[in-house]
């Protein structure tokens, strides 16, 4: 049984038989993204995407489950550049492609993320989608990152701050916005892993 936030339940089908193409399942992220920009995450049903997509609710709860595992989703796909590939042969050649590729997308993204915040932090689950679906993908390259700069000596393996790269960068995107005012754009980021990020990193 599923409950939305509207408070409507409903059984959610476990037969997979019928898979959305690609394409349909981007117009069902389209629809989620529009409604979630206009209503917000806890006034967004199942009902008003299904409706929004010109989908059945069964549709929706057979391809994702839930309400938070949609909308984690539809913010994945809604990022304009992943990480994955991410390679340069140096650590500082890996952060600023990292930068690169976060500003392509920052306007867009961290709008919607720090739209997204509190419910984040309110909705257990939605959270857990939001970390496996977007966060942890993106972590696993940052991992690869730091342990080809350990590989090659350019950072101490004992190095306390290895883990918390993520959390850095992280905090640069969404902390420009509230401390400035603008976006977290490339030339700022560039400026950041230079100041901040590489020193840290690099520390004996």
């Known amino acids: 049984m599923h409950t939305d936030s509207a408070g409507t339940t409903d059984s959610a089908p476990t037969n997979r038989r019928s898979r ?15 409604l979630l920009r206009t209503t917000g995450y806890a006034a967004l049903t199942m009902e ?9 609710k069964a549709t929706l709860y057979r391809q994702w489950q839930s309400k938070p595992r949609l909308v984690a ?15 340069t042969g140096s650590l500082r050649g890996d952060l600023h492609e990292t930068a690169r590729r976060v500003a392509h997308g920052a306007a867009p993204d961290t709008a919607l993320l720090a739209a997204m915040a509190h419910a984040i932090l309110g909705d257990p689950e939605l959270g857990l989608a939001v970390r496996e679906t977007i966060v942890h993908p993106e972590g696993v390259v940052l991992d690869q990152v730091i342990a080809r700069a350990v590989a090659r000596g350019e950072i101490a393996p004992d190095n306390p701050a290895v ?7 992280i ?30 990193l690099r520390r004996p």
């Open 163 to 169: 883990g918390l790269l993520a959390h850095l960068l």
């Open 48 to 56: 008003a995407v299904a409706a929004r997509a010109k989908a059945s």
């Open 73 to 87: 989703a539809a913010l994945r796909h809604n990022k304009r550049m992943s990480l994955v590939g991410l390679n």
């Open 20 to 34: 959305l193409t690609p394409e349909r399942e981007a117009e069902i992220h389209v629809a989620t993204l529009d």
């Open 171 to 200: 905090g640069a995107v969404t902390g420009r916005p509230l401390i400035e005012g603008c976006i977290a754009d490339e030339e700022y980021l560039h400026r950041y892993i230079d100041a901040v990020v590489l020193p840290v």
